[in-house]
T-cell receptor, first 112, second 115 residues
Framework: DAKTTQPPSMDCAEGRAANLPCNHS???????VYWYRQIHSQGPQYIIH???NNETNEMASLIITEDRKSSTLILPHATLRDTAVYYC?????????????FGGGTRLMVKP | DTGVSQNPRHKITKRGQNVTFRCDPI?????LYWYRQTLGQGPEFLTY????????KSRLLSDRFSAERPKGSFSTLEIQRTEQGDSAMYLC?????????????FGSGTQLSVL
C-alpha cells in the first residue's frame, strides 16, 4: 500500500469549510484513497473513498488531483462535532481482507 | 443500536493475568477485524475473520494472543500472561465482504490497562 503524508494538526472555524490535505505521491494506478475519522474515545468512522473522480456524500467531498498524487477531504460546513483525527489511507481494494494501515492522521480542531 | 458492540469498555488487570474481550459485529456482516491502538498512534491491524475462519494474522499478534469466532458471529480476543506493553485500546470492526467497496464499521473499543 502507498504511503501517505498528512499535516499533524489543523484548525478550522465553526461553519467554515475544513480542507484536509493528503499527499500520496507513490500511489499506483489501482489504489483507492480512503478517509476515516476518529472522534475522541470512539472507534474510527468511514467517511468516503475514491479512485480518480471526485466523490461527494452526505458527510464530505473528496477531491483527487488529476495525477492522483494528492487529495483533499472537504467538510463543507465544519461543526464542533467534526473535531477528530482524520486518517487518509491508500489501499488496493482486493477480495481478500481490507486490512487498513492507519498513519498518524491530521488532528482537526474546530473552534467556535 | 445495531452498530458494533465491544465489552467491556474498560479493563484494568495486573501483569501476568489473562484477559478476554468480546466483540459483537453488525448482524449481517461476515467479516470481523481486530485492531490495537496505543496512545497518539493510529490503529494497527491484528487479525481478521471471514465467517468463522481466521484468514490473516499480523506479526503483532504474539503467541500470547488468541482470537476466535466460533460460530461466525461474535468474536473473542484473549491475551494470556498480560504485560504492561499490552496496555492499549483494542478495536473491533466488521464489514460485508468480499467486496472492492468494503467499508469497515468500528466499535468503540476496549481500553486495557495492565498494572
Amino acid at each position: 500500500d502507498a504511503k501517505t503524508t498528512q499535516p499533524p494538526s489543523m484548525d478550522c472555524a465553526e461553519g467554515r469549510a475544513a480542507n484536509l490535505p493528503c499527499n500520496h505521491s507513490t500511489i499506483s494506478g489501482n489504489e483507492y484513497v480512503y478517509w476515516y475519522r476518529q472522534i475522541h474515545s470512539q472507534g474510527p468512522q468511514y467517511i468516503i473513498h475514491g479512485l480518480k473522480n471526485n466523490e461527494t456524500n452526505e458527510m464530505a467531498s473528496l477531491i483527487i488531483t488529476e495525477d492522483r498524487k494528492s487529495s483533499t477531504l472537504i467538510l463543507p460546513h465544519a461543526t464542533l462535532r467534526d473535531t477528530a483525527v482524520y486518517y487518509c489511507i491508500v489501499r488496493l481494494p482486493t477480495l481478500a481482507g481490507n486490512m487498513l494501515t492507519f498513519g498518524g492522521g491530521t488532528r482537526l480542531m474546530v473552534k467556535p | 443500536d445495531t452498530g458494533v458492540s465491544q465489552n467491556p469498555r474498560h479493563k484494568i488487570t495486573k501483569r501476568g493475568q489473562n484477559v478476554t474481550f468480546r466483540c459483537d459485529p453488525i448482524s449481517e456482516h461476515n467479516r470481523l477485524y481486530w485492531y490495537r491502538q496505543t496512545l497518539g498512534q493510529g490503529p494497527e491491524f491484528l487479525t481478521y475473520f471471514q465467517n468463522e475462519a481466521q484468514l490473516e494474522k499480523s506479526r503483532l499478534l504474539s503467541d500470547r494472543f488468541s482470537a476466535e469466532r466460533p460460530k461466525g458471529s461474535f468474536s473473542t480476543l484473549e491475551i494470556q500472561r498480560t504485560e504492561q506493553g499490552d496496555s492499549a485500546m483494542y478495536l473491533c470492526a466488521s464489514s460485508l465482504g468480499p467486496s472492492t467497496n468494503e467499508k469497515l464499521f468500528f466499535g468503540s473499543g476496549t481500553q486495557l490497562s495492565v498494572l
